[in-house]
């Protein structure tokens, strides 16, 4: 009887595990197999076997106590969107003791460290972003139970910031030199309202121009994010004068209409999404109102709607104007006194999507190094910082986290070193085929 009732625990944590494992990449699709052609196979098999390459990947491997005491110190820092400075400050230090030519932090707040190449005129950059979700006052001590590490952001993303550190070190100590001249980044405002500020900055006019791209984000060692998931995000406010639930009765009423718009929004969009490419709607938050007995003079929603094509982003989109609309003008003809209800409709948050082909020398060299380490690649669509450039069509690649991990975005994430340094020497493989060694 005892061993029956073990073996059922066993079970049950099996399962939860296995349930738990992938939270920390809950917006990923589980990505489609793929396979690397046996041009970009046989390059990556040469790259590996040089002898410089061979210390490379030594090397991560030596690291391992050092970038787990990293992976501490970095989630201790607190790093919610738009109060990234003090982790910002400290891993430019970071990068700066892994030997980088010269580290600086940009006007946004990037932290970008420069390894010279041969060739200038090209930039490949290799990124993971500083911020997490979660607010300044929440308590990010690590607590260490066994092998695991339990912290808000333990994975997402203060492990890539490792990873990108860890890969710098690892050159370094190999003494290998690119043809390419290689970014080193920790990026700003990839999570939540920062809508990828740090990542548009990088691809704007202001900054120098990058050719490929390498994030890392999420998912296991063989999945790789080649697609970008496009988001539009909302606040929708509506403001009216407000007054005592009794003696203001009659009053067009700010909360009722916000009611009304997620009642038409919901009901429409529901219908539009049950077919077609996979596109999504959510109401995350809501607010307004003074107290019990008073008619609200503010009330407010946050929409996120998510699509793989453009054109049903826009088109659920002008379905929640739309709703608004038909909520403002119906309850201000329901109104018995008063002034008429506003609604302002601010855009807080514009991810765009769009698809790389599998065929792109990046792509295919990530893929081989991934089937260099023994596992079979995945490619699927994700929201991360790669959304930018794949929708202005530069190659790019969100490569996974490795380890294992879940739990992402609450209070009790946690991380396992499950060979997380395979995942280190994927970043590095991907990297220096994509830069190019000198004399390999």
Not at 124 to 149: C, M, Q, R, S
Not at 187 to 206: N, P
Not at 298 to 309: G, L, N, P
Not at 379 to 406: C, D, F, H, Y
Request: net charge positive; with cysteine; glycine share 10%.
């Amino acid at each position: 009887m005892k061993k029956r009732i073990t073996t059922c625990l066993i079970g049950l944590l099996t399962g939860f595990l296995l349930l738990t494992h992938n939270t920390h990449a809950q917006e990923e699709e589980a990505g489609r197999s793929a396979k690397a052609s046996t041009q970009y196979i046989q390059e990556v098999d040469r790259l590996a076997k040089h002898k410089q390459l061979q210390k490379a990947l030594q090397s991560i491997v030596a690291q391992n106590k050092r970038n787990r005491d990293e992976l501490i110190m970095l989630t201790e820092i607190p790093a919610p969107p738009f109060k990234e400075e003090k982790r910002a400050a400290r891993f430019a230090t970071v990068l700066k003791d892994a030997g980088a030519d010269s580290v600086w932090i940009d006007k946004v707040g990037n932290v970008i460290a420069l390894r010279k190449g041969k060739n200038p005129r090209r930039c490949v950059a290799l990124d993971g972003h500083l911020d997490t979700v979660f607010p300044p006052e929440t308590n990010v001590t690590v607590k260490v139970k066994g092998d695991t590490l339990f912290a808000p952001g333990v994975g997402d993303d203060t492990r890539g910031l490792v990873m990108v550190a860890s890969v710098l070190r690892a050159l370094e100590e190999a003494n290998i030199e690119t043809q390419s001249d290689v970014l080193f980044i920790g990026s700003v405002g990839e999570e939540g309202l920062g809508d990828l500020r740090g990542v548009k900055h990088l691809f704007s006019a202001q900054s120098r121009k990058i050719d490929s791209w390498i994030a890392i984000d999420g998912g296991d060692l063989g999945s790789l994010r080649t697609m970008g998931l496009g988001s539009y995000r909302y606040r929708i406010t509506f403001k009216g004068p407000g007054g005592h639930s009794w003696g203001a009765f009659g009053l067009a009423n700010p909360q009722h209409a916000l009611g009304s718009t997620i009642h038409y929004f919901s009901k429409a969009a529901d219908k539009f999404t049950r077919t077609g490419a996979r596109t999504s709607y959510n109401v995350g938050r809501i607010g307004g109102g003074t107290s019990v007995n008073s008619i609200a003079f503010e009330s407010w929603m946050e929409v996120d709607m998510r699509s793989e094509i453009p054109e049903n982003l826009n088109l659920v989109d002008s379905l929640l104007k739309a709703s608004a609309q038909k909520a403002l003008d119906e309850h201000n003809q329901m109104r018995r006194m008063g002034p008429a209800l506003t609604v302002d409709i601010a855009k807080i948050g514009d991810r765009p999507s769009g698809e790389l082909a599998e065929t792109i020398p990046l792509i295919q060299r990530a893929m081989a190094a991934v089937t260099y380490l023994g596992e079979t690649p995945k490619t699927g669509r994700g929201s991360t910082n790669s959304n930018i450039p794949i929708a202005k069509g530069i190659p790019s690649v969100t490569l996974g986290r490795g380890g294992q991990g879940g739990n992402g975005h609450s209070l009790n994430e946690w991380w396992y070193d499950d060979q997380g340094y395979k995942a280190i020497q994927l970043a590095l493989l991907t990297l220096v085929a994509e830069a190019g060694m000198v004399n390999p």
